[in-house]
């Protein structure tokens, strides 16, 4: 069978979601005859969505990133700090209060402040400064750094580093639905396996069944020997055995199943065999995008190759906030102050004061240390983004070149099925008009059943394929990851 080219991921993802498009001609005996719509792939894929406790686990993650980046906005709180003394027995005895807010800009690193201040009695000359009109003083100011902390400062670099942070547990929750996601259309598929394989097993087992009586008849008639029908027996009894194993795979697949289907409430859900799809849907063509459009693909949506980027990203925070630490401190401030009431005419006049503070690290062993330490962290994450993306295209490769392979695979298996039945048919009728015996009908409807349970394996390996490609380019899961709340500062 050779590709066709020109289908789109929309039809890719049709094909994979419908469940029982292109379904094969052959209803299975345990499909739905009254009002059950048969599972579908996309009910399962939503269930594992909305009440997988796995994804529940995954979504605890971002709320805790969700906590951190709170904790982190907290840095720029308006805060108030108050100090008072009162000393009644002593030389100097006097009262003092001074309370200031300070507000945190993320503009330059700038900090505001308006306090007040209030000290009455006697001081001495030394603490001077610290007397006040009757009514105390309220001033204001600003301070601003004009070098370290100016372009960064450790509020703002936690607050973007959580932000990131926050944006990777939204990927790494998207890559655990991603995971999840793969696992139920495995199982989902394996069930419906298992539906196609228990109806070929009562096939063979009803159409011995209904053989042995006529075989009964004819032998007491003469007409065959009496080995034939004690050689139908012999089948009978295999085949019985043969439905009751596929039986229990039926049984067994729904369990796993059920672990990814759940009800409203969270509940694993065992699907009835009356919700079987009437098959395994025939494949019209194989996917149609070349190489490289998969690969850009899978390197654009990947979930761990995008939180790779966010952690270069936090990197290069960490590298900056390194630098900062080895520039020196130069903070210009600028206050006004006013006192008011009564008391001496010195304290009345308004002021203006102007403060710069400068602090020069000689040596910055802590900015070259954490610099060094940065670099080491980037290399690491650059060496793991290049093995990351190359075992994704790797992947992508494998899992496209699976698809192909497992596409030619459908159309052999079927082809070879319908050889073998027939083969069985012709034997079949050879044996009415006594050409041949039991033994040799029963090889060939054995054939026949293994060919068919070949063509059904076929279809399973060709749509593990498909979800294997499409998990592999993270186009699985239709839903976008959650993003940090918009208009936090």
């Known amino acids: 069978m050779s590709l066709s080219h020109g289908h789109s991921t929309f039809l890719i993802l049709l094909v994979l979601l419908s469940g029982t498009a292109h379904a094969q001609p052959t209803p299975s005996p345990a499909a739905s005859t009254g009002g059950e719509a048969p599972l579908t792939l996309e009910e399962v894929l939503d269930s594992v969505r909305e009440q997988h406790p796995g994804m529940a686990v995954a979504l605890q993650g971002v709320a805790t990133a969700e906590a951190e980046l709170l904790s982190a906005e907290g840095g720029f ?24 807010l300070e507000q945190p800009l993320a503009l330059g690193g700038t900090r505001l402040f308006a306090g007040y201040r209030l000290g009455q009695g006697k001081f001495p000359l030394y603490y ?7 009514a105390g003083e309220v001033r204001t100011g600003v301070e601003v750094p004009l070098w370290r902390n100016s372009a960064i400062d450790k509020r703002r670099a936690d607050l973007a580093k959580a932000r990131l942070r926050l944006d990777i547990a939204g990927f790494a929750l998207a890559g655990e639905q991603l995971e999840l996601q793969r696992e139920a259309a495995y199982n989902y598929w394996e069930w419906v396996a298992a539906g196609r394989q228990l109806a070929i097993a009562n096939a063979q087992y009803s159409l011995a069944v209904t ?5 009964a008849r004819r032998a007491a008639q ?6 034939e029908h004690t050689e139908n027996e012999r089948v009978l009894l295999e085949r019985q055995a043969d439905l009751v194993a596929a039986r229990r795979k039926l049984e067994q697949t729904a369990l796993k199943l059920s672990i990814y289907l759940r009800d409203r409430d969270g509940n694993p859900l065992v699907v009835s065999a009356a919700r079987l799809p009437g098959g395994l849907p025939m494949p019209d063509a194989a996917f149609a995008s070349e190489l490289d459009s998969w690969v850009d693909k899978a390197l654009r949506q990947r979930p761990e190759l995008r939180d790779l980027e966010l952690q270069r990203d936090m990197v290069q925070i960490d590298t900056a906030m390194a630098r900062n630490q080895m520039a020196p401190v130069v903070d210009l401030g600028v206050a006004v102050a006013k006192d008011l009431g009564s008391g001496p005419d010195s304290l009345r006049p308004t002021e203006v004061q102007a403060t710069l503070t400068i602090d020069l690290p000689f040596q910055a062993r ?16 650059e060496a793991k983004t290049r093995l990351t993306r190359d075992k994704v295209i790797t992947e992508v490769r494998d899992n496209l070149s699976a698809l192909h392979a497992a596409y030619e695979r459908v159309g052999l298996a079927k082809g070879a099925a319908d050889v073998a039945r027939r083969l069985a048919q012709a034997e079949l009728a050879r044996f009415e008009y006594g050409s041949t015996s039991l033994l040799i ?6 054939a026949a059943a293994d060919a068919e349970l070949k063509e059904v394996k076929a279809l399973v390996d060709y749509h593990r394929a498909v979800v294997d490609l499409l998990a592999a380019t993270a186009a699985l899961q239709p839903r976008p990851t959650p993003t940090p709340e918009e208009g936090r500062p």
């Open 77 to 100: 709180d308006l805060s108030l700090k108050a100090k008072g003394a009162y000393v009644p027995f002593s030389y100097y005895p006097r009262e003092q209060l001074d309370a200031v």
């Open 441 to 446: 009908v029963n090889l060939r409807e054995q």
């Open 211 to 215: 053989r042995h009586d006529q075989l």
């Open 128 to 134: 001077g400064n610290y007397e006040t009109l009757s």
């Open 222 to 227: 003469g007409d065959i020997p009496q080995i």
């Open 366 to 381: 802590v900015g070259r240390g954490q610099v060094q330490a940065a670099a080491a962290k980037r290399a690491a994450v």
